[in-house]
């Protein structure tokens, strides 16, 4: 079945570094979301990309969607404690309707 | 106006209990979803139902058991619970069943087997 890969599992940082989040899948997508989980929170939608080689930002955040559309990334500039919880991409393969979740980056932010 | 509840957000409970999980949305949505969130934070999805129909049905113990009135809820139902089933449940709901649509979680019940 479907795999999406996501790296690091944690990652701290000082505030004001920057920091990114990696997704792999094992097949090509369709699309690939991003969902941000603050702690205690519920997964919250933060952006879709579907078409290769797509960048999209948010203030400070850059969202990019592979060439071959397997991989993307998740970079936030200068971070602030605000960013802190847990980032998770969300793929649906090709040809399926079917989400499936990395497992998660969680950031934690050192002010 | 909460747009996909979950009830209840938390739920302390005896192994060998049932218990019954209830989610309603009120964004005129098509396909909900539950996702259990074990305590490394990965989530996976158990069902999907569209229009009341179940669509994805993961590999679950038949211990869980979904339900949808209408398409406005979806329940679960469990039963005979063990201690690996604690976790924090979500349901979540989409427009429609399909590529590109973006899913609305609701706040989680948190489960506790003890």
């Known amino acids: 079945g479907q795999q999406v890969m996501q790296i690091p599992q944690y990652q701290h940082v000082q505030e004001g570094e920057d920091f990114t989040t990696y997704c792999n899948s094992s097949?090509?997508?369709?699309?690939i979301q991003w969902y941000k989980q603050r702690p205690g929170g519920h997964p919250v939608f933060l952006i879709q990309?579907?078409?290769?080689?797509e960048v999209k930002k948010q203030k400070r955040l850059t969202f990019q969607f592979g060439e071959a559309k397997k991989n993307s990334s998740l970079h936030i500039t200068a971070t602030q404690t605000t960013d802190v919880g847990t980032y998770f991409c969300a793929g649906t393969g090709a040809g399926s309707y079917q989400l499936t979740f990395g497992k998660g980056t969680k950031l934690s932010v050192i002010p | 106006d909460t747009a996909v509840s979950q009830t209840p957000k938390y739920l302390v409970t005896q192994m060998g209990n049932d218990k019954s999980i209830k989610c309603e949305q009120n964004?005129?949505?098509?396909?909900m979803y539950w996702y259990k969130q074990d305590s490394k934070k990965f989530l996976k999805i158990m069902f999907s139902y569209n229009n009341k129909e179940l669509i994805i049905n993961e590999t679950v113990p038949n211990r869980f058991s979904p339900k949808s009135p209408d398409k406005a809820h979806l329940n679960l139902h469990i039963n005979s619970l063990e201690l690996g089933d604690s976790a924090v449940y979500f349901c979540?709901?989409?427009?429609?069943?399909?590529?590109?649509?973006?899913?609305?979680f609701g706040q989680g019940t948190r489960l506790t087997v003890v």
């Open positions: 097949t090509t997508l369709s699309n």
């Open positions: 979540a709901s989409s427009q429609v069943y399909g590529v590109g649509t973006e899913a609305f």
């Open positions: 964004l005129g949505h098509d396909t």
């Open positions: 990309l579907v078409k290769s080689g």
